[in-house]
């Protein structure tokens, strides 16, 4: 360890090195084996340097006992147990814990051998006995000068741990969120999450999970990993009410702070975990809720071992509580999964249970209809004498009804049975070539009669097909009832073919056609098509869904084909034979058909479809009534919309006794109905094509002139969200079917006489409003009121204008406080309360802004106004407004200009100050100042002028403060001055200073704008010529093409000041009576200061003045008369060389800036560059590796800001930078 070699500074080595560097130069090494530092060799202290001045953490070994030095950033390594009394102590005794690891590495680097390891396991005694760490370090061998002997180890470490850990952990977490969130029960996801978990044994020793019971007083466990055989430490059921003492865990504490509980000193609680991979006891255990985030509820416990070598730090927490979230989240999900099963069973059973109800009650229905068909039959059979020919209308009317309820009923029934799979079908050879035919050929007259062509193509078939025969017929007739009901214009088409096994049946019709999305629905129960347009809105909307299944039961096939505004096609498929048919159902003998009177029933509902004039079974009238007459005087007219033909005829005959009455079948001609004639009442029913009853009362309501026609909505819909529905859309009154006839007339009475009372009640509006409107023009204001009872509001079109509204538009409160401006409405709902509180004065007085709600403008209004009050009752209010918005942007116009002027003060880089003439105190100051001046502003708001003079260089004070005396004369002064900061810079100020008059005239502020020239070089020009005329001529011209230029009349002038010049160029004109013209450059270039002099004069053909001139230290020399040319050229020339001088400078100061930054090391890299060296010379000069060489070469490069080697180089030369000496011997060594 010991060297002869001395220096003037034998431990300056030590120097620096932060905490370590000072407990090395105050530590005794007197009788320390390694021996006092100055006696070491030369490797070991640039070892030992290297290491105190490094960030890296850095161990060194030294000596044969491998004693241990370090740095500042090992401190961590070692922990508070170990540092700082391991300083210089024997490697075996400082890391005895892993010695059996690193020792025998030792034995490498004694053979010669530098070693490297990335990331080793060890357990430091640091902040546990034995704490699990991960570090990657390298050795290598610190040689003596003679390059053989062995001075010690040089280990560069750094601990990778929590990148380790973090892998292993994130691990986990990956492989916990993937196969947990595949799992579909809760008992599966827990299973699979302490499968997960059973594989990272080094950060989970063990785990449990319970879950509470839906009661929450009992916890079961449903999973665990690596528990021991006492089941009393982990209980398969655990309630949380008993007594905590007798608790193994306390997750009575956990359910109710719903926070992480710490159980320590697990072997003294009786429960003894032994690690999974190592010999030590588990001593902590964390039991973490699990919470049920989409919920806010807790779903159970997670409860965790704690590995014995690792700390429960932060890291380790926030771990473990993800590990929980995924657990929770999987329980979730599976309880999800588990409650949507359920629920679809639910349905299922509702579903089943629906289809009971519906065969039952189909079956209670058939009772009383057949009372009531029976009767009604009776009656139409007798003569025609005993039975009068209005009452026979009614029961025909009445029986037609009746026995379209029984079909309804039927169909129900029939559907009933089919999902019990009680459908019994009685499969019969049939030629159903000729059956479909015959049941086709009843609807072909009611074609005729609707405009529809009509086709039958039906050709024999081969041979007999098997079918229920009551069955085909429900096909069939609901396929053509429901092409008749779509199809306006064209025709339908029935055929049937043989194919190749079995019979194919199309029905297609030219109809309005079948959305592309709607297809795949059309054959499911209820489904309809919004907005499609039919001849009946009438349906129950299972027809197409019945034919399916009849279809399926025949074991055949129904599919359709549709284009909208083309028609649709739909193709039933049935096999021939019985080989796919119940065998049982094959050949049983059913009832006879009753074709005919299916048929009819079908064909007299589709004719029920058609216009009235279509039909001849029109309702008589009643005696009196007017029958296409035009509307009487004193008769009221009522629009009656109803797309069912008994409906509407029955109506017709109860209304027109009292009424005019106009019918159509749907709610789009009632609305085209409403707008050719305003009719006083519209009846509607709910229900209709095209256009339903609600949204009739909707379009109505849209319209101005259409909006307060009274509007009575009928409907079989029976439920109240459906009667809310329609007066909510507008409606007056909501009549559910089946009504009593003198109820409905009642209620159209009562609607019509509120409409009267409702336009009476508009005229009388309309007449007050005509004489407020007078009275307002009057004296230019608009008057207003509102009832503060009813909220109602009377505006009149000038204050509807304010608002931004039409004058025709709607007005009520929430549009009244909706376009006051949001910053203005809680001053005004303030007034409102104060106005309408009886203890006060009524008095409404209060200015605000309006945002136009149509056109968005925004306006000032001024309202005034008083409450009637009536024994302590606000009965109304009468106010009125006033437009103040040009006023108002006057107003704002004043302060807008005000704040523009701050605004720019604000962000202008010059100062901007204002001084009051009459107090002499500075009213404004911009923050600019600070920046100039380097002082806050507060300093010149008191006594501003003794503190300005005071920031002035001494010898511009004169100067400036004869300029301020100028201004407050009324002169604009443009003044040029130093100012000397805080810090003893100089910085060159030019100052405006002008005057600000009252209207009178007279002097009432004073200001200046104060502007920083201090940096504007490169385009400053400084002519010196005695001679004004010239010097004019010169002034004009530079000035002229942009420049800067300020005009000395004397050499000695110029140079009085030349130190503290702003770079620029020189214009010397040397025609001047001086007693030596070229002084000043000469002066200049002695003094150092560069400013470039072109120098102008007469020389008469004789070049030796200008060659003086050059000798002086000019950079150019202009004979005069000048051309403009060559006089631009040259000044061009020189601010160019001011400006390269001034980028270099800057450079350079940023080179020396960051070089300055640099560490020992960095620099001295940067230095072998310079030299030429490179990284394999550069290491054995400097004791490092050419790996070690690369990483600071490259933080050397990102600390210039340099992308290539080159630069870099170059920039350290600009900064004066220079490569260190070396010997000559060296020199020949390379």
């Known amino acids: 360890m010991t060297s002869a070699s001395s220096s003037q500074e034998p431990l300056g080595f030590l120097r620096g090195g932060g905490e370590l560097g000072a407990l090395m130069r105050a530590k005794d090494w007197s009788t320390h084996p390694l021996e006092p530092p100055e006696t070491w060799t030369q490797s070991i202290k640039t070892a030992v340097s290297l290491c105190l001045n490094s960030r890296f953490p850095i161990l060194l070994w030294l000596g044969p006992e491998l004693r241990i ?47 490297w390891v990335e990331d080793l396991q060890f357990f430091f005694a640091r902040r546990l006995p034995l704490e699990e760490v991960y570090v990657t370090f390298s050795y290598s061998p610190i040689l003596a000068e003679d390059a053989r002997t062995l001075e010690g180890v040089f280990c560069v470490c750094t601990e990778t741990t929590e990148r380790v850990l973090g892998e292993r952990r994130l691990s986990t977490l990956r492989d916990l969120g993937l196969r947990v969130s595949e799992q579909r029960t809760v008992d599966a996801a827990c299973r699979k999450a302490v499968e997960v978990l059973d594989a990272n044994p080094l950060d989970i020793p063990f785990a449990a999970i319970y879950l509470l019971d839906e009661d929450g007083a009992t916890a079961r466990r449903t999973a665990g990993a690596r528990l021991p055989d006492d089941p009393s430490t982990f209980p398969a059921v655990f309630p949380l ?46 039991i973490l809720p699990l919470e049920m985030q989409s919920q806010s509820a807790l779903a159970g416990f997670f409860i965790v071992g704690i590995s014995p070598r690792r700390v429960l730090d932060a890291d380790y927490r926030s771990f473990l509580a993800l590990v929980a979230g995924h657990i929770a989240g999987g329980v979730a999900d599976a309880r999800a999964f588990e409650s949507e099963r359920r629920r679809a069973e639910a349905l299922a059973d509702i579903d089943r249970a629906k289809t009971i109800f519906f065969s039952n009650v189909s079956h209670e229905f058939r009772t009383p209809l057949t009372l009531m068909i029976s009767p009604l039959e009776e009656l139409l059979a007798k003569p025609e004498g005993e039975l009068p ?50 049941l086709a050929s009843n609807f072909g007259s009611l074609c005729e009669r609707a405009g529809l062509r009509f086709d039958i193509a039906c050709p024999p078939l081969p041979q007999p097909v098997y079918v229920d025969r009551d069955m085909w017929e429900k096909i069939v007739l609901n396929l053509l009832s429901n092409a008749i009901k779509y199809t306006f214009e064209g025709g339908i088409t029935v055929r049937m073919a043989a194919t190749a096994d079995g019979v194919a049946l199309r029905v297609s019709d030219t109809g309005i056609g079948i959305p592309t999305a709607d297809l795949p629905q059309i054959f499911k129960r209820f489904h309809r098509i919004e907005g499609q347009k039919g001849r009946s809105f009438e349906g129950s909307g299972i027809g197409l869904a019945l ?3 009849l279809v399926h039961l025949h074991c055949g096939t129904i599919t359709a084909e549709s284009k909208v505004g083309r028609g649709t096609t739909f193709t039933v498929g049935l096999p021939f034979g019985t080989g796919s048919l119940p065998a049982e159902r094959v050949g049983v003998l059913h009832s006879q058909s009753l074709t005919s009177a299916q048929a009819a029933a079908y ?39 109803d797309d069912n033909a008994d409906m509407r005829d029955y109506l017709i005959r109860l209304l027109s006794a009292h009424w005019d009455v106009v019918a159509v079948p749907d709610g789009q001609e009632a609305l085209e109905a409403v707008r050719r004639c305003r009719p006083d009442l519209v009846l509607s029913d709910v229900m209709m094509p095209r256009l339903g009853g609600v949204d009739l009362v909707t379009a109505l309501r849209r319209e101005p002139k259409l909006a307060d026609v009274p509007i009575i909505l009928l409907s079989a819909r029976a439920g109240e969200a459906a009667q809310v529905e329609g007066l909510a859309a507008g409606a007056d009154d909501y009549v559910i079917k089946p009504f009593a006839a003198r109820e409905l007339l009642a209620r159209a009475n009562s609607a019509l006489a509120l409409s009267r009372q409702r336009h009476d009640a508009a005229d009388r509006v309309r007449r007050s409003e005509a004489r407020l409107r007078a009275a307002v023009d009057l004296v230019g204001m608009t008057l207003y009121s509102w009832d503060p009872t009813t909220d109602a509001l009377e505006w009149d079109a000038r204050l509807k204008a304010m608002w931004g509204l039409p004058p025709e538009a709607h007005v009520d409160v929430d549009i009244f406080l909706g376009a006051i401006h949001p910053d203005d409405r809680p001053r005004v709902e303030a007034a409102i309360a104060h106005c309408l509180d009886p203890r006060g004065d009524g008095v409404y007085a209060i200015e605000y802004r309006v945002i136009g709600i149509e056109d968005g403008l925004e306006r000032w209004v001024s309202t005034h106004g008083q409450t009637v009050f009536d024994a302590g009752r606000p009965l109304g209010f ?26 720019f003060a604000a962000h202008s880089a010059s100062v901007l100050w204002i001084v009051d003439v009459g107090t002499m105190r500075m009213e404004y100051l911009s923050p600019a100042y600070e920046h100039i001046w380097g002082e806050p502003p507060d300093a010149m708001l008191q006594d501003w002028r003794p503190h300005w003079l005071g920031t002035v260089h001494p010898e511009d004070r004169e100067l400036a403060s004869g300029a301020m005396d100028r201004v407050l004369q009324g002169e604009t002064v443009d003044q040029e001055y130093r100012i000397v900061r805080g810090n003893g810079s100089v910085r060159w100020i030019r100052d405006t200073f002008f005057a600000i008059r009252s209207e009178g005239g007279r002097i009432r ?53 030349a130190p503290a010049l702003i770079p620029g160029c020189v214009l010397l004109d040397i025609r001047a009576p001086e007693t030596d013209g070229l002084a000043i450059p000469r002066e200049l270039r002695a003094r150092r200061i560069h400013l470039p002099v072109i120098v102008m004069g007469s020389c008469d053909g004789d070049i030796r003045l200008a060659v003086r001139a050059m000798k002086a230290g000019a950079v150019d020399f202009l004979e005069v008369p000048y051309e403009r040319e060559a006089l631009l050229a040259a000044v061009a020339s020189a601010l160019a060389d001011i400006r390269d001088t001034a980028e270099r400078s800057s450079v350079a100061e940023i080179a020396r800036a960051r070089i300055a ?28 590796s050419p790996r070690t060489v690369e990483n600071h070469r490259a933080h050397v490069m990102e600390r210039l800001g340099a992308r290539t080697l080159p630069e870099a180089v170059l920039m350290a030369a600009a900064a004066g930078l220079r490569p260190p000496l070396r010997t000559q011997g060296e020199t020949q060594e390379e």
């Open 69 to 115: 030095v370090y740095n500042n950033a090992y401190i961590p390594f070692l922990g508070e147990t170990k540092h700082p009394a391991m300083l210089g102590a024997p490697g075996r005794e400082a890391w005895s814990e892993i010695w059996p690891a690193i020792g025998p590495m030792h034995d490498e680097v004694r053979a010669g051998r530098a070693t």
């Open 1005 to 1057: 502020r004073v200001a200046g704008i104060a502007q920083d020239i201090t940096n504007h070089s490169g385009s400053l020009i400084y002519v010196i010529n005695a001679e004004e005329a010239s010097q004019r001529e010169l002034l004009l011209l530079l000035r002229g093409v942009g420049y800067d230029v300020k005009a000395f009349t004397s050499a000695r002038a110029f140079l009085e000041i």
């Open 878 to 903: 009468i106010g009125a407004a006033l437009d103040i918005t040009a006023r108002k942007r006057a107003e704002d116009g004043l302060r807008e200009s005000e704040e523009r002027f701050r605004q």
């Open 389 to 438: 020919e209005d009452g026979r209308v009614l029961v025909t009317m009445a029986h037609r009804n009746s026995l379209r309820l029984l079909k309804l009923v039927n169909v129900l029934l029939d559907f009933s049975r089919i999902e019990a799979g009680r459908a019994q079908a009685a499969y019969e050879p049939t030629d159903l070539s000729r059956f479909t035919a015959e």
């Open 547 to 549: 034919v399916q299944e």
């Open 241 to 286: 009410s008993g007594h905590a003492a007798h608790q193994p865990w306390p997750l009575a504490a956990v359910a109710r702070t719903q926070k992480a509980v710490e159980v320590r000193n697990l072997p003294s609680r009786g429960s003894a975990f032994v690690a999974p991979l190592w010999p030590d006891l588990v001593q902590t255990a964390l």
């Open 603 to 641: 064909v007299e509902e589709a004719l029920r479809w058609l216009p009235s004039d279509d039909r001849t079974d029109k309702m008589p009238r009643l005696p009196g009534e007017v029958a296409g007459a035009a509307r009487s005087k004193k008769r009221a007219r009522i629009l009656l919309a």
């Open 1157 to 1184: 930054d640099m560490s020992t090391r960095e620099r001295a890299v940067l230095e072998g560059l310079l030299a030429g060296g490179t990284n394999k010379t550069m290491a054995r000069d400097l004791g490092i």
